[in-house]
């Protein structure tokens, strides 16, 4: 929560939302099936900075896909901070499209810091005090005014711009406005779940209310005049009306957040390995079983020649070298498993089963230099733990653990600092969806005693993955536990477990209807 007493609510509130504290650790539900969490990590200005990621995810062993977890993994890298352009600044499409994704940045910290009070609001009536309702109006207005004069100075261009800056100047107010609508959208819908009881007069129907949809509705006549997709209540009732608006938004949403994303390049080491041992086990068998054959035939052309007395012995000898030559065939699969097991395990050991590099995109950078080097660990097993009903009388329960290491190095790079970005953020998304199918319904029905009459009730079936993260970086450790709710139609909430002892300056978001 934003320090109130350094500042007051006012500037407390802008320099959140202007991002001049940045977290290191951010979480939250991409979707119903994606659990999202993002890390950054400073951009060095000398020397390379080391740092480690490791995850842990706790899930039902019953329920557990038997698969490789990498394929359950999607990892992204980009850059963090992008700074407003300087009014000198000869504009280029470049920088006007970092410096839209630096306003829609700070739209995303404004929503998650006005939802955040509001929940606040919710839970603890007492929280906010008197000075509730006109410090959420703070959080709002701070957001319109700081997005109003950014969006101002990036749509406004000269009289003799160039005809792309021009299109790509509309490009960003219309990708403004769909950001806007969304932060408003939030907005309206938390604070239709305030009590009365919080704050002093704020309810559903006060002035907080009024200004939010005031804002809505400014926006959608802004949206009327320029000539976009409209979303009133004239083409509410057009499912294909509407889904041309999300398709074209998700459109915009791609185009200038490209701007910020890393060239990652990674490759399985173990698959390597793993390849190169496949043929030199393949190899050792076939050629061991080659030899003996040589042997064999050998050993029989002399025992034609010889035809001494013995030779039923050296016939008998013949055969067990010829069925020991069969097995030796035979058995090369699993010798060539054995040797690549092994290798592979010593791999993991010392080295890593996947190493990435992420390199600055030649639109950025025209030399395109590596700037993140990592070797990253990936794998799933069962651990027995003790039953948490009664631990004691020695009950164990076992659970699928997934866990991922991630070690890597950033390079300095004085160009980009030059431009503003001040971290490089790793984003990863697990999949659940192997999970789901393996639950049980979404509900059961129980009894219930209700004015002295029986009746049945649908309780939902909850299921809950306790998950940590880990970043350890420039000598600072963030560590934050949390509980992933689910269920057999999808990921639900996000629970935050307190952590003690461990820097927890981190930031959950939840989508809005979930």
Known sequence: ????????????????????????????????????????????????????????????????????????????????????????????????????????????????????????????????????????????????????????????????????????????????????????????????????????????SGSLLAQVDAALKAEFAHRAAAGYLRTDISVASAPEHLERYVARAAQLKKHFEEVLFLERESYQLDLRVSQGIAVLATLAGGSAAFVLQLLFIERRFAFHQLEEPGASLLSGGLALLAVAAGVIYAMRERIKEFGRTWVVRKVYRFHAQRVSRARVPAHRLATRDVIVRAREWCDQGVRTQPDALNPEAGASLQTTLVRYRHRGRILPQPALATSGVSSVRHIFRYEFTPLFSRLTDETKEIPVLKEGEISFAQAPRRYRVPVRIRLSSGGEMHDQRMELVLDKGGLRRIEPVETEGANQETQFTVPAGR
Request: net charge negative; glycine share 6%; charged share 30%.
């Open 1 to 204: 929560m934003v320090d109130r007493a350094t500042g007051g609510p006012s500037e407390a509130a802008l320099s959140e939302i202007q991002g001049e504290a940045e977290l290191a650790l951010r979480f939250k539900i991409h979707d119903v099936s994606r659990f999202e969490w993002s890390v950054a990590v400073p951009l060095p200005q000398a020397r390379p900075r080391a740092y480690e990621i490791q995850v842990e995810l706790e899930v039902p062993t019953g329920a557990a896909a038997r698969q490789n977890p990498w394929d359950q993994l999607q990892t992204f890298t980009r850059l963090d901070g992008p700074r407003p352009l300087a009014m000198s600044d000869e504009p280029t499409i470049e920088r006007i499209r970092r410096d839209a994704v630096g306003l829609a940045q700070m739209l995303s910290r404004a929503r998650d810091g006005f939802v955040r009070h509001c929940r606040s609001a919710r839970t603890t009536p007492d929280i906010l005090g008197d000075p509730g309702p006109s410090y959420l109006t703070i959080w709002l207005d701070a957001a319109l005014r700081a997005v109003q004069e950014g969006r101002d100075r990036l749509t406004k261009g000269e009289a003799n711009e160039a005809a792309l800056i021009a299109r790509e100047r509309v490009l960003v107010d219309e990708f403004m406005s769909v950001r806007l609508l969304d932060m408003l959208c939030d907005a309206r819908r938390e604070v239709h779940e305030i009590p009365e009881s919080a704050g002093s007069g704020l309810d559903a």
